[in-house]
């Protein structure tokens, strides 16, 4: 039975977080501002983390998801470790919670379809933290898209080496907030995939060349590594009528526009807005249960930008050989892929 009814906006949302590492953290803080949100408590194995938190933000410290439900939560928010992700996710929907859950969805498509499967049985909300979306430089850019004929876009995402990271490479940790993008502008699957993977320094891979085409004809590019010492996130876009840039980290979003046969152009700033990417996605989250809409990433989403950076790994040779020049997916060729 579903804990939280939709449509009753004036009821407190009871919450809880499962996992409280760096990200988990930041989840707990935002929701324990919200209005009309309670943070009932928080779970993790690591004792000492969890009661700090717990303390800093007086709710409760649980070691488990199991402890947490027993609280009587109406939603969470699972920021564990990817591999954990299904289990947690299904054991709170089984109990009729609400899930919010860090990307990916899972560490595998078909255990994001589990997910999918079984929040559409119970009647949840199901949504995938995609948090980049709510990035008001890329909502920014996502207006100026709007009505325009996209020929191609170029994503670059780069950084040190994160210590935390041992089990994933570039893929799956950047990129693939990056594939999510590019399907999200264009509202188009991704039909084509060419990846060019190395490992320089990490056990996986560091650097990543994907290049993808769309469904529609988009043609698009994602550079990632962790060897760039600065962090650096970067979004270019060319239509028929403008070329818009967009720097993640700044939040200046650039367009230029009235090109001339001379050369010459316009170019201007777009207003871009100052909300924290992961306040207006809890905030949305909250607002998918109390209204029953769908939330704004789905779990589909989720599961669609997490195949395609699965593909993107599939390979015969190994990290730094030479791959397949062309690969396709076949689970977006039926949607209009070539």
Not at 180 to 206: G, H, K, N, Y
């Amino acid at each position: 039975m579903v804990r939280a009814a939709t449509g009753q906006g004036d009821d407190v949302l009871r919450v809880g977080v499962v996992g409280v590492g760096v990200m988990g953290s930041n989840h707990a803080r935002v929701l324990a501002e919200l209005p009309g949100v309670s943070l009932v408590g928080i779970a993790d194995p690591d004792r000492k983390q969890a009661e700090f938190i717990g303390n800093a933000l007086n709710c409760a410290a649980v070691d488990d998801l199991s402890a947490l439900l027993k609280l009587g939560v109406d939603a969470v928010s699972i920021a564990a470790p990817t591999h954990l992700h299904h289990d947690l996710a299904l054991e709170a929907i089984r109990a009729g919670v609400h899930v919010l859950v860090e990307k990916p969805i899972g560490s595998t498509p078909e255990e994001g379809r589990a997910i999918v499967a079984a929040a559409r049985r119970a009647g949840v909300t199901l949504m995938v933290g995609h948090v980049e979306r709510f990035n008001p430089a890329v909502q920014s850019t996502k207006d100026a898209l709007r009505g325009e004929e996209i020929l191609s876009i170029g994503i670059t995402r780069v950084g040190p080496f994160p210590p935390r990271m041992s089990n994933v490479g570039v893929v799956i940790d950047l990129a693939v907030h990056d594939i999510d993008l590019i399907r999200w502008f264009t509202d188009s699957e991704i039909a084509e995939v060419q990846p060019m993977l190395a490992s320089a320094r990490a056990q996986t891979e560091d650097i990543a060349l994907l290049q993808f085409r769309t469904a529609s004809g988009v043609l698009a590019q994602i550079t990632t590594n962790w060897l760039t010492p600065f962090k650096a996130r970067t979004v270019h876009v060319a239509t028929r009528k403008k070329y818009v840039v967009a720097d993640l980290l700044t939040r200046q979003v650039t367009e230029c526009f009235g090109f001339k046969p001379d050369g010459s152009y316009s170019m201007r700033h777009l207003p871009v807005g100052h909300a924290e990417p992961l306040r207006a996605e809890l905030l949305a989250f909250v607002k998918a249960i109390r209204n029953g809409t769908p939330p704004v990433v789905t779990g589909e989403e989720g599961v669609a930008s997490l195949e395609i950076a699965m593909l993107c790994l599939q390979r015969d040779s190994g990290i730094g050989r030479r791959m397949k020049p062309v690969v396709e997916s076949r689970a977006f060729a039926r949607q209009g892929g070539r």
